[in-house]
Each structure stands twice: as C-alpha cells, then as structure tokens.
C-alpha cells in the first residue's frame, strides 16, 4: 500500500502551550506524530506519512472557525471584529479553556484554562462510583444520565471560573464564541445564553469548531505560502477524536481499551453489540471508539500526558485516521 502525505494541524489545550513547558509540550507532539505511520485496522494495513505538524491552541481554532469562511478567508465584516475584543470558552471533556483576543492578539490576563470540563459533571453524578468514566460517559450521550441535580451545579461552577477570570469584562467583547461538547449540554447552554446576555455564538456542530477552525486556518496560511500539500486538522479532545480536511469533518469518541483481541460468539437469546475498530500498531493492540471498554480493560488516564507519546493516544489517532482516509 502506498504511503499518503499529510500535513497535520493539532489543536491542544491552552494550558498545554502556556508557561516554562510551552515549547517542550509542542516539540512533544510534532516528534510524537510527525513521520511514518504503519498499523492494521480489523486487519487491514494502513500507512500514513505526516510531514509536517503544525501546533495551535484549541481556543484560537475555534475563534477562527468563526472568523474565516469556508475557504479559510476573512471577509470585511469579520475584519472588522478581529479588530474588536473577541472571547472565547471551549468546554471539553477535561478542560475548560478560556482565551481573549484583543486587535488580533491574546490578553494573557483573560486568558485560562481549568480542569472542570464535563468530566467534572459526570464526577457528581457518578457519587457512588458505580460506573467507570467510560460508562458514564456512555450514558451521558445516550441520554440515560438524569443531569437534573448535577446540570445547574456544574453549569454554575463553570461559570464562576469564567467570572474568575473574565470578570464583567466580557459585556464590551463585540462577541462571545462558545465551543466543545459542554455546550451541548442544556444546563450549560441554556446558563451560557442567559449569562452573555445575546453575545454568545454557539456555531452549528460545537464538537467539531475547533478541528474545522484548525482547518480553515491551514487553508488560509496554504493560500498565503503556495503550499498545495494536503492538509488534514486534528483535534485530540478527551472526550471526542476530531478530524477535518477536504473530505468533510468526523468526530470518534476517545474511548480506548487495552487487550484490543477479545471478542465473543453469537450467544442465543442476545443481541450482538457491534464491535468497536481494532487497531494494532507497534505499541500494542487496541479497541477504540465507542463501545471499547465493552471489549477490553478501559483506558482512563486523560492526563495531558497522554498526548505526548502514550500508547493510547496513537491507537486512537490511528483509528480515526483509519475512517476518515475510507471515505
């Protein structure tokens, strides 16, 4: 099989990319990610060539998935705001990051990120700790979690972090982009459009702004330089795999199981659940995205770390690599 050339955009979190480990956490992931890429998926060998790997932080992608068109260009009216104060919230599984920019460039006083993503509401709904994060995180999407108690706790202690560091600043932003899985979540939207007062933009598919944004970014920096490589966004959330490029954007969940080669018969009287992707690569072998804790020993580290070099982090890049080139 012939090797296919990329050029890889990964956002991280803001926390990643700020103080004394700014650089070290950056040269992590291009060494991590950058070169050759050989596994098998259900089997089936997949290569990949990534040449280049360009770091940005998850909150800028998403302020420029509002700024740029499709195309990756600024039209007049966005101009015009770029020039403004423009904040930005992404409420991940772990984190929740917050970024002002200010006539194009960043207020390191109004700019954060803390760890009370949705992990923190799935923590105080999971009390007794019946239910590992995988589980629980299952739930969450199925729509099977009652977020009656929890939803208002959660939404209020975020929104106390935001105040932390925002203060009432945030009524003079000429806009206000919330991003993330967290603000798909009722409690938390319905808090976020009440508190900003009309000035928060919630963009169709918030899961996928920053990898699309990280896109649109490329796109425009392609046009600048002439480069004609194909370009390919990766957003390495804890709570969803994302990925954008010519073919259109994909989400996979970060779910991750070691053990990658159990799998049971038809046993009568049940249904048959769908087996998750396996993915075997010099690291080992993997179950990953939904329903993988199913099928082996869940992975539940979601640590920075993980980004950097861990096992599972390659197992899931090279999972959802896998579906997104099938198409």
């Known amino acids: 099989m012939k090797s296919k050339a990329v050029n890889l955009y990964v956002g991280l979190p803001i926390a990643a990319l700020q103080g004394a480990e700014a650089t070290v956490n950056q040269k992590a992931v291009q060494d991590f990610l950058s070169g050759p890429h050989t596994w098998r998926a259900d089997g089936v060998e997949q290569q990949l060539e990534v040449a280049e790997v360009v770091v940005a932080s998850q909150p800028v992608a998403a302020m420029f998935d509002f700024l740029l068109t499709e195309a990756g260009e600024m039209l007049p009216d966005k101009k015009l705001l770029f020039k403004k104060e423009i904040g930005v919230l992404g409420i991940g599984m772990n984190t929740v990051d917050l970024l002002v920019v200010s006539n194009g460039a960043a207020v390191p006083a109004r700019t954060a990120g803390a760890n009370v993503g949705v992990r923190r509401l799935l923590a105080l709904v999971n009390s007794g700790e019946l239910y590992t994060l995988a589980e629980m995180d299952d739930q969450l999407r199925a729509g099977t979690l009652d977020l009656t108690t929890a939803g208002p706790i959660w939404s209020r202690e975020v929104l106390g972090r935001v105040e932390e560091t925002w203060e009432t600043h945030f009524r003079r932003f000429a806009a206000i982009i919330a991003v993330g899985g967290g603000v798909t979540i009722p409690a938390m939207r319905d808090a976020l459009l009440k508190r ?62 070691t053990d990658g080669t159990k799998s049971i018969g038809n046993l009568a009287g049940l249904r048959r659940a769908r087996r998750p992707l396996q993915i075997e690569n010099e690291r080992g072998a993997f179950y990953v995205g939904h329903n993988a804790h199913a099928y082996g020993r869940p992975v539940q580290n979601l640590d920075f770390d993980r980004l950097t070099g861990s096992p599972e982090m390659l197992a899931l890049f090279h999972g959802a690599m896998t579906q997104y080139l099938a198409r």
Do not use: C, H, W
């Open 196 to 257: 900003f007062n009309g000035k928060a933009f919630i963009p169709a598919e918030p899961v996928l702004a920053t990898a699309r944004g990280l896109y649109k970014y490329a796109l425009m920096k392609a046009a600048k330089s002439g480069d004609t490589s194909e370009l390919i966004a990766f957003d390495a959330g804890f709570g969803n795999i994302k990925l954008f490029g010519k073919k259109g954007g994909l989400e996979m969940q970060s779910a991750v199981a």
